[in-house]
């Protein structure tokens, strides 16, 4: 006789996670050794209790099993003597569910089970789980049990699978990849349970077979995803006898009607045998308002004529499991079809957005953060996206109809609708959630979707998820945080996109007749519809995923492409990007799943040809529109190192000009897409330039100074005119000047040598800058050196200070007011500075000066503009254009700057300023002129942007002039505007320019 232990005040016995089990757990331990006469497995034991939940609860769990065998004479002792695998198994669930210990206690001979040899998940077994709880409610010659037998039969045999299936899951090396024939074991499970249901409610209910029933799953039972623990909701179907009348029929439905609630109650109610989950009918037509019961007829009807959208996101899932085999596939005949109706009707995106949104609102908010089932992020983002995807686009591709949501996911990445990234990572973040939710239901087979705010429990949570490795809690909320948060970012992308609004409208460009697309296009604002038809049907047309793609988002490309200013350019740049790019996973993606990169992109290519043909070229550029804070200009010192690595790795100049000519574009997209200030595009170009410059000129020196053994000098870059005021436009040339100096060791001969390397390294640079291929050129410009064209190319510092000293002009000390240094040698560029300072700041500017100044003004626009020219219009040199302004600034520079610091600036805006600053211009006259210049200098970039090539001059053509307009930022329609805008404000800038450049006759 085994003695009875006293376990009257059981608790578990520790909840020690690490180290030696304490002294509580080794009595119950040995306790169940000498119970089962197991003495000597004390070690694997504790090893097996390692891995589960709860280490500690393992012996409490084992001793109940042990006096529960016993008393019901089940040798367990030599079960797991003849068992490689029980004891293992039995540790597992004894740590990580009581539930499922309870059962063993309740039935011991269901050990046996556990002992077989074989994975329960990869077993022939398991794949007839289904069939032997269906026929858990028959005796052995085939005839029903009773009610109140059958129940307990049934709930046994379902929780007998329960406990095969929950020891192999718990023993799992990688359990999200067997969530799935976990889930469909479950799902399974459930079908047997509710076919066994039926079989006795049928025979109790429904006399002389008077109606036929079937039960239709919904939602998780439905799509084959059951939790351990779920709510199954079905509807129940009958069909009365062919021949019945009405009375009959009647009498058909009160006994089906019956059978369903005995369905419910068999597997829901209370009783000895405990229930096994709750049997929901609530999603039945008219909700638990409606009848129980109906007929096909009626249920085809009410989804025709009555049903919700939401309705059909339930009935998406649905299909018949239990009862009539004959009158399910009816039902599925009559009803599932409607489902593919439901994305055409009135609002219905809108609304399954407001009914997600709802959801969450109705969350908890202490439990938020911690919900893994409704929280953002969590299991309800993924299933609503994949369900989302598939109501859309599933009326036209049956291959996307697939209730079960990984494999829903699955079927939307091969058909294009979703990317190969974004489908694994909904994928992984759906299996792990659903790992972490099974996990949490496990120890009471309880429903459960909430993370436990408590450590303890959030530590026991984590041990059950991992199997191996960190199994901290640490670990468990950082993935689950990562995944939620990654999850939450990709399902506002597809729920939320506008291509999917565009995909369910009637009339899509792509499905109307030839005729009437062709005049939608034109009312577009497509000049020629025919060609737009035919890139239309080119990039759509075919079963790739390009192809796929470009369907489901041209509808809302066509209307973004019209809002702007060339829509058949746009189209045919669209175009020939998507071509060159039509197997760039993460382009596809970016036009699929980012409607603010799309929009952007249409934005871009229908406003201008300059950005179109660089996109081309720099088509990695296509995702900075899908982040615009990617647009935001590269920071100067992460510039510099760049090109300086790239220079130390032999790319040479050509690496500078592919980096010069990639964040040119990036300045270029910000200005277009309004995410930089229009005011800070000329400073930010510059500043590209002039670094591209300066990593040039490092490469030709480290190339030639080691090819002539040349080390001893200094060399430097001056930049001057737009390109020193920091004010160059998208085609300005840069002018500079070159300068060197020997070291003071160098003798004659060495220094002749360094002249002839000198003028080399110059040229080099040049030339280099030049030969660009596809990379933007830089076209460096020495013609304002001293002496122009007819002076040195390059000169020492001293020739510099002997030739200003001697020969130098006004117009030369005032081309010197824009000399920055860009690039070589600091002490020269400072010296440099120091040098010619003196002469664009003097003491006193003489009168002869500043009258050769003004001079030289009015020659420059009599001589300079192009003939035939409207002065008005051209934005340099015409009336109150950059060449008026500018000149006023250089004057008042020359005149004032020695006096006043501020005035020492080599850009036009801040010099303005600061004569406003120091009383030199009344503050209107600072706001005239500042406006002209800024707005003569943002014409000159739009209408280069838009044409794609430089230009000086207001367009005459209506459709430049809108270009230009939307660029600036002035609303559609806004072409003649502008024309008055412009013209107004260059006109007061002429007259105030007059009065401050002009004056009076310095003489009088």
Not at 369 to 379: A, E, F, H, V
Request: aromatic share 6%.
């Amino acid at each position: 006789m085994i003695r009875r232990l006293d376990l009257s005040r059981r608790q578990d016995p520790t909840r020690k996670q690490r180290g030696k089990f304490d002294s509580r757990f080794e009595r119950f331990l040995g306790q169940f050794c000498e119970l089962t006469g197991l003495e000597g497995h004390e070690s694997a034991i504790r090893e097996f209790a390692r891995f589960t939940g709860d280490p500690g609860s393992v012996s409490l769990g084992l001793v109940r099993v042990a006096e529960a065998a016993a008393a019901a004479e089940v040798d367990l002792g030599g079960l797991v003597q003849d068992s490689q695998h029980l004891l293992d198994r039995l540790v597992r669930l004894a740590g990580s569910s009581e539930a499922c210990i309870d059962h063993i206690v309740r039935w011991p001979e269901s050990l046996r089970l556990l002992a077989e040899d074989e994975d329960f998940l990869r077993s022939k077994r398991r794949r007839k789980v289904r069939k032997r709880i269906a026929r858990s409610v028959y005796d052995a010659d085939g005839q029903l049990l009773s009610i109140e037998d059958g129940r307990a039969a049934l709930r046994r045999a379902y929780r007998d699978e329960l406990i095969q299936l929950t020891a192999a899951d718990l023993g799992s090396h990688e359990p999200t990849a067997d969530f799935d024939t976990v889930s469909r074991t479950l799902t399974e499970m459930a079908e047997g349970a509710l076919m066994a249901a039926h079989d006795l409610a049928a025979g109790d209910s429904i006399p002389d077979g008077c109606a036929e029933l079937a039960v239709i799953a919904m939602g998780k039972c439905g799509a084959r995803e059951l939790n351990y623990v779920s709510d199954v909701d079905v509807v129940f179907a009958f069909s009365p006898e062919t021949t019945a009348d009405g009375e009959q029929a009647e009498r058909a439905r009160s006994c089906a009607s019956a059978a369903a609630l005995q369905i419910i109650d068999l597997i829901s109610a209370a009783g000895a045998e405990p229930a096994l989950w709750e049997v929901d009918a609530a999603l039945r037509p008219e909700g638990k308002a409606g009848a129980l019961v109906r007929t096909v007829d009626e249920f085809a009807g009410y989804y025709s004529d009555i049903a919700e959208n939401w309705e059909f996101q339930a009935l998406f899932k649905a299909r018949p499991v239990a009862g009539s085999e004959e009158l399910g596939q009816q039902w599925a005949e009559a009803c599932l079809p409607q489902v593919w109706t439901a994305a055409h009707r009135d609002d219905f995106i809108p609304e399954v957005r407001a009914m997600r949104r709802r959801v969450v609102d109705l969350i908890d908010r202490d439990e938020a953060d911690r919900q893994l089932k409704l929280g953002p992020g969590g299991l309800r983002d993924v299933e609503f996206s994949a369900q989302l995807l598939q109501l859309v686009h599933g009326t036209e591709d049956h291959d996307i109809r697939e209730p079960n949501t990984l494999e829903a996911l699955r079927s939307l990445e091969r058909g294009g609708y979703l990317s190969g990234d974004d489908a694994a990572l909904m994928e992984e973040a759906y299996s792990f959630l659903r790992v972490v939710e099974h996990r949490l239901q496990i120890p009471r087979m309880r429903r459960a979707a909430v993370l436990p705010d408590k450590p303890e429990a959030l530590r026991e949570l984590a041990r059950m998820v991992y199997p191996t490795g960190d199994r901290t809690e640490v670990r468990l909320k950082r993935e689950r945080d990562d995944y939620s948060r990654r999850v939450r970012a990709l399902h506002e992308q597809i729920f939320y996109r506008p291509i999917l609004d565009a995909a369910v409208g009637t009339g899509a460009v792509t499905s109307l007749p030839a005729k009437a697309a062709e005049s939608r296009l034109r009312a577009f604002g497509f000049v020629d519809p025919h060609s737009a038809m035919r890139h239309i049907h080119d990039l759509s047309a075919g079963v790739s995923r390009a192809s796929r793609v470009h369907r489901q988002v041209l509808p809302a490309m066509l209307g973004w492409l019209s809002e702007g200013v060339d829509p058949d350019a746009g189209l045919l740049a669209y175009r020939r990007l998507s071509e060159k790019l039509s197997s760039s996973t993460w382009y596809l993606k970016l036009l699929r799943d980012s409607g603010q990169g799309a929009e952007a992109l249409a934005r871009v290519l229908s406003l201008s040809q300059y950005a179109a043909s660089h996109i081309m070229h720099y088509h990695g550029s296509v995702r900075w529109l899908a982040d615009q804070d990617m647009l935001q200009p590269t920071p100067l010192d992460s510039l510099r190192q760049e090109m300086s690595e790239l220079v130390g790795r032999g790319r040479g100049v050509e690496g500078v000009r592919a980096v010069y000519g990639r964040e040119k574009l990036r300045i270029i997209l910000a200005d277009i897409l309004e995410v930089i200030p229009r005011s800070a595009v000329p400073q930010a170009l510059s500043d590209v330039m002039s670094t591209a410059i300066d990593a040039a000129l490092l490469s030709v020196r480290r190339d030639l100074d080691t090819e002539h053994r040349i080390y001893d000098y200094d060399f430097a870059i001056i930049a001057i005119g737009r390109l020193g005021g920091r004010e160059i436009g998208v085609f300005s040339d840069a002018d500079v000047c070159f300068v060197y100096r020997p070291a003071h060791t160098m003798g004659d001969d060495d220094r002749e040598a360094l002249a002839k390397h000198a003028r080399r390294v110059a040229l080099d640079v040049t030339s280099a800058l030049k030969s660009a291929q596809q990379d933007p050129a830089i076209e460096l410009d020495a013609d304002l050196r001293p002496e122009g064209r007819s002076g040195p190319y390059v000169r020492t510092l001293e020739s510099y200070r002997r030739y200003y000293e001697a020969w130098s002009e006004p117009w030369e000390a005032q081309a010197l007011l824009r000399a920055r240094p860009i690039a070589g040698d600091n002490d020269l560029m400072s010296d440099y500075v120091d040098m010619i300072n003196p002469l664009r700041y003097p003491q006193i500017l003489p009168v002869r000066s500043i009258m050769q100044v003004r001079r030289l003004k009015a020659r420059m626009e009599d001589e300079r503009l192009p003939r035939g020219a409207d002065r008005r219009q051209h934005v340099k040199l015409g009336t109150g254009g950059l060449s008026d302004v500018e000149w006023t600034v250089q004057l008042l520079q020359l005149q004032h700057a020695a006096e006043y610091p501020e005035l020492r600036t080599t850009s036009t805006l801040p010099a303005l300023a600061a004569a406003r600053d120091e009383g030199l211009v009344s503050a209107s006259d600072h706001e005239v002129l500042r406006t002209a210049w800024l707005m003569a200098t943002e014409v000159r970039n739009a209408i280069t942007l838009y044409r794609g090539k430089p230009s000086d001059s207001l367009p005459s053509d209506i459709r430049e002039l809108e270009a230009a307009a939307r660029l600036m930022g002035y609303p559609q329609g806004s072409a003649q505007l502008l024309v008055d805008d412009y013209l107004r404000v260059t006109r007061w800038a002429r007259s105030t320019m007059e009065v401050i450049f002009y004056g009076d006759d310095p003489t009088d």
